[in-house]
């Protein structure tokens, strides 16, 4: 069963390619609906083509980000996720007095160095694309 679709507003492309498109569509039942229009979808329903022209060109282009913009996406989630860590994981051993001295001097060694190579994640040469994280103390 095909719905025919007469009127589309507020388009705005997902993508470069402006092939995938979140619109709002006048459903002959049930009124102005969101409706996310995608060449790979194989229900019918709703005809993409017949979308795809009635949008034509009147929609907002998609925000892609630069791969700078992205580079720096990423860095804030390494980093947030390094902090995590720290506090999670570190944090919790070494600022816990009666933790701390019960430890062996090999085991303070292992958890400073940890701590270390946890803040110098973003000095890694291939940051924040590709993080090799340091292996936490048992």
């Known amino acids: 069963m095909s719905i025919k679709i007469t009127e589309v507003r507020n388009a705005k492309s997902l993508n470069a390619e402006n092939t995938r498109f979140d619109v709002e569509i006048n459903h002959p039942v049930y009124g102005w609906i969101p409706y996310t229009l995608d060449p790979h979808d194989t229900d019918q329903t709703v005809s993409n083509d017949e979308l795809l022209a009635l949008i034509g060109s009147d929609f907002e282009a998609a925000d892609i980000p630069t791969p700078e913009e992205e580079a720096a996406i990423l860095a804030r989630e390494v980093r947030r ?12 051993i070494v600022r816990h007095p009666l933790r701390w001295d019960d430890m062996t001097a090999e085991q303070k060694s292992a958890w400073a160095t940890y701590r270390t190579d946890l803040l110098n994640v973003p000095q890694q040469a291939s940051f924040p694309h590709i993080v090799t994280w340091p292996d936490k103390p048992e």
């Open 81 to 92: 996720e390094r902090n995590r860590k720290l506090r999670e994981e570190v944090d919790i």
